[in-house]
């Protein structure tokens, strides 16, 4: 099978939108290919967060891709920090990268923006570590959103570049485009979901029942909001169901309180399974420590691979 390779910051909680745009297919993808998966705590150092949270936000991560379906009998799930490789690769390709390609990427731009008292060189460099952490297993493919398609284009061109300046070694590593699945949020439907607008605005998987009804509550209910909402009980309702409430709606018939309490239901009926995995891994959390340790010592010998035959083509070995 072919490999791939992704990776997910431990910047928060996971919610539907991330589940549905990137994890639920990261679960499928297993059966197709032989599956890297990261939770890259690396990268989670552009922004400001104290030590303590970004380990405790790792070690969450990790349980829930587990509850989500990675199996690690299957793939490779590790941190980013346990291998030996990605940042000295990232090197390498910094010394291969112009600064005016770096400038010109979507996500430095937006970032700086947003966090105008903390733009620092790794904001800047970070699509370079990206490609090193694609490359350093050489993998061929790589899931991503439309959103994502600059950063992996950029993946290509510095392994064209390496691979024209020293010995064809680096695939350029083809994109597996993620289904169309861009859910907006509750708070402002014509935003995508995310935690940037607010606990209100996304249903985070870890969130209880209470927590749950609250929010689809208190959702919007305009024209853009209720097509929001049924578009969200598409992922998770019966589609049989989903057409019904949609003619209704159309019809100037659908009930807003109708809707929000089919919803309701169907994401309480999704989550229960997956938050009974979580408390059982957050009650094992020695298992899930192992996991990681172990995917990592797996990853780590692909890199020390990869590593020895860079540097043997760059002239440092």
């Not at 090193?132 to 064209?160: F, N």
């Not at 929001?228 to 989903?242: C, D, V, W």
Request: net charge positive; charged share 30%; hydrophobic share 35%.
């Amino acid at each position: 099978m072919k490999k791939l390779f992704s990776g997910i910051k431990p910047t928060g909680k996971i919610h539907l939108g991330n589940y549905l745009g990137a994890l639920k297919n990261w679960a499928e993808l297993q059966k197709k290919y032989n599956c890297i998966y990261s939770i890259v705590d690396m990268h989670a150092l552009t922004i400001d967060i104290h030590p303590n949270e970004l380990r405790d936000n790792s070690l969450k991560l990790a349980i829930d891709l587990l509850a989500l379906g990675i199996d690690p009998k299957k793939s490779l799930l590790f941190r980013q920090s346990d291998v030996v490789g990605h940042t000295e690769l990232a090197w390498i390709f910094n010394c291969l990268t112009p600064v005016a390609e770096l400038e010109r990427m979507t996500q430095f731009k937006d970032e700086s923006k947003r966090s105008a008292g903390n733009v620092n060189a790794g904001l800047l460099t970070y699509p370079v570590l990206q490609a090193a952490d694609i490359l350093l297993y050489r993998a061929e493919t790589v899931p991503v959103g439309e959103d994502q398609l600059q950063h992996l284009e950029l993946t290509r061109i510095i392994a064209r570049k390496f691979n024209n300046r020293y010995q064809r070694y680096f695939p350029e590593s083809k994109p597996i485009i993620s289904p169309a699945r861009r859910v907006m949020s509750l708070k402002y439907p014509d935003k995508k979901m995310s935690k940037s607008h607010g606990e209100a605005s996304y249903i985070a998987i870890r969130d209880d029942e209470k927590t749950i009804t609250k929010k689809i509550q208190k959702a919007v209910t305009n024209e853009r909001g209720i097509l929001n909402l049924l578009e969200l009980y598409s992922y998770f309702g019966t589609q049989n169901k989903y057409k019904e409430m949609m003619e209704s709606h159309k019809a100037g018939k659908l009930m807003n309180l109708q809707l929000k309490e089919e919803l309701i239901k169907v994401i309480l009926e999704f989550l229960k399974p997956v938050q009974e995995k979580i408390a059982y891994y957050e009650d094992n959390k020695p298992k899930v420590e192992k996991i990681l340790r172990d995917g990592g010592k797996k990853a780590q010998r692909q890199a020390d691979q990869t590593m020895s035959q860079v540097k043997q083509l760059v002239g440092l070995k």
